[in-house]
């Protein structure tokens, strides 16, 4: 039962993330955080979701795949278009948030993924 899968990984690769709690993608343009990967080649990738006052439609972005040597950290961005950078800057007053959760997924070259979900606040 299960011969074939001797000597076979098939575990998702452990990470760690950095991921700063308030975000200003208005000024900066992006959604960053770090990802590492300490023990094995891996693939990570990220989706931001949020709701910005006034405006009826929700936000969704995504970033790139990112690949991680085993070992080391990598910025992956989540690149924030014009048009919501300037809805960001009208629609959020003084110091006001909007919340939003992101899903970032860590993959090994096996296929095997790990989901995570942070939640941050975009700030002016």
Known sequence: V??????VNVLAPTS???????QHP???GAIAFQVRCPQ???IASATAMF???GRRKLVKLGSDTAMIAAGSRTKVKIPVPHSI???IR????GRARAHTRLRISVAGTNG?????????????
């Open 26 to 28: 208005a000024r900066t």
């Open 51 to 53: 709701r910005l006052p």
């Open 112 to 124: 095997a993924a790990t989901v995570r979900v942070r939640k941050i606040a975009i700030a002016r």
């Open 85 to 87: 950078r300037k809805g």
């Open 90 to 93: 009208s629609r959020l007053p």
């Open 2 to 7: 299960g011969g074939d899968l001797v000597g």
């Open 16 to 22: 760690s993330l950095r991921i700063k709690r308030r």
């Open 40 to 42: 094995a080649v891996c």
